[in-house]
Nanobody
């Protein structure tokens, strides 16, 4: 079983920055894909960014150029650096780890961007 624990959410003004972290524990097989998703009130969960074990990154168009995903394979940790935050980035951010048919989620961390 894999556990994911997110941290780093909070309240920030528009234009500000936050860094999210997600530490994975348990039996973790590689290669895998770690990523961040978000869900705003009344909306479906959407992909924000993913990164493979080989550090190939993919970003949603809405965050390209503002967010950067990275990972430390030795620590089984993934990060999301969020710059130039906008009110529409407000959501609960969820960490995800996927490998083969297995899919794991963290409990989520709230990010609120005030205008």
């Amino acid at each position: 079983q894999v556990q994911l624990v997110e941290s780093g959410g909070g309240l920030v003004q528009a234009g500000g920055s936050l860094r999210l972290s997600c530490a994975a524990s348990g039996i973790i097989f590689s290669p895998n894909i770690m990523g961040w998703y978000r869900q705003a009130p009344g909306k479906e969960r959407e992909l924000v960014a993913t990164i493979t074990s080989g550090r190939y990154a993919y970003y949603a168009d809405s965050v390209k150029g503002r967010f950067t995903i990275s990972r430390d394979n030795a620590k089984d940790t993934v990060y999301l650096q969020m710059n130039s935050l906008k009110p529409e980035d407000t959501a609960v951010y969820y960490c995800n780890l996927a490998r083969a048919t297995s899919n794991y989620w963290g409990q989520g961390t709230q990010v609120t961007v005030s205008s």
